[in-house]
């Protein structure tokens, strides 16, 4: 099956996600901001939706659930997207979404393993390419956005071990007790050679597409208050058995005394092919994987996703 990634494509994604997180982040109280925090890790896939026709019980908290759809449309009640998501979506940018998964697949390969040290090729070369990024974000933000220090962790991978980088930014909320919502993709690459370091592994799709999306909302985002904190996390390690985003709830989100709660986590994987497994190309659609069981918080989140976006996007 080839895969199709185009600007129109990553302009849609990203679009689709601003809008999700949007909504939400803009609408009327609760949030609250706590002491900043950080992520968890997307669960494993399973779709977020329930079977057609069914009724979900409850939707992610703060989201109401919808009315029966009978009758005349109410008087004085508007559907669309709101002014504050329409501007939050004019502002992506293809041809930026597309410079940086250009940029991620000219490294030749970000396995985590690969070439250390190296400015233009491997898994640092994406590091740095990631902070200088943020960095840039955080200035044109006026100081919105704050890149945290990278948090380090043992990774092994076969007879192999070192030390790999989560990168973290955040955007702190403006209202306590507002809640955390944590947007994350992975960095890194790799080959169906897989203990070969240095093996060629582009990633373009999986998952410099992710990480384009991830920096581009970053950088949207930023230039406004919201009432909940967003925090953004570029994961390493997530090729060799998600050991980065483990090490992230493990470690970073509870350890060292911390119990930090994350009201929702979005993880951008394999955002940029446009390829249904019937081959049909579909431009419009995004898959979203949520673990079960169908009343879990995750499926609540993903149908309440569906809901907000289905009235958000243009």
């Avoid at 955040?170 to 306590?176: L, N, P, R």
């Avoid at 998952?207 to 581009?216: F, K, V």
């Avoid at 970073?252 to 986590?265: K, P, S």
Wanted: hydrophobic residues 40%; charged residues 15%.
């Amino acid at each position: 099956m080839r895969n199709r990634l185009t600007p129109k494509l990553l302009l849609f994604l990203g679009s689709l996600l601003l809008a999700a997180l949007a909504c939400n982040l803009t609408a009327p109280p609760p949030p609250t901001l706590v002491p900043f925090r950080t992520p968890v890790p997307s669960p494993p896939p399973t779709l977020g939706f329930q079977e057609p026709g069914a009724r979900p019980e409850s939707f992610a908290p703060g989201i109401p659930q919808p009315p029966t759809l009978s009758g005349p449309a109410l008087p004085g009640v508007t559907t669309g997207p709101s002014r504050e998501v329409l501007n939050l979506i004019n502002q992506v940018e293809a041809n930026r979404l597309t410079a940086h998964v250009v940029a991620f697949q000219n490294m030749g390969t970000r396995h985590v393993f690969s070439a250390f040290g190296n400015t233009a090729q491997g898994i640092d070369a994406a590091y740095d390419y990631i902070m200088r990024h943020f960095n840039d974000i955080s200035v044109q933000s006026n100081g919105r956005l704050t890149v945290l220090p990278s948090q380090e962790f043992v990774v092994s991978w076969g007879e192999t071990e070192g030390v790999a980088r989560n990168i973290i930014a955040v955007i702190q909320g403006q209202e306590a007790g507002g809640g955390i919502i944590v947007l994350g993709a992975h960095y890194d690459s790799i080959s169906l050679d897989v203990f070969n370091a240095n093996a060629p592994a582009p990633g373009a799709n999986d998952n410099a597409s992710g990480m384009a999306a991830l920096l581009e909302i970053a950088r949207i985002m930023s230039q406004t208050d919201h009432k909940a904190t967003v925090m953004f996390v570029a994961f390493s390690a997530e090729e060799v058995g998600r050991q980065g985003s483990q090490a992230f709830v493990t470690d970073y989100l509870r350890g060292n005394g911390n119990n930090i709660d994350i009201d929702a986590m979005l993880n951008i994987d394999i955002i940029g092919s446009g390829n249904g497994p019937n081959g049909v190309i579909d431009d419009r659609t995004i898959r979203v994987f949520s673990a079960g069981p169908d009343a879990s918080p995750s499926r609540r989140l993903a149908r309440a996703l569906a809901l907000i976006t289905s009235e958000q996007m243009p």
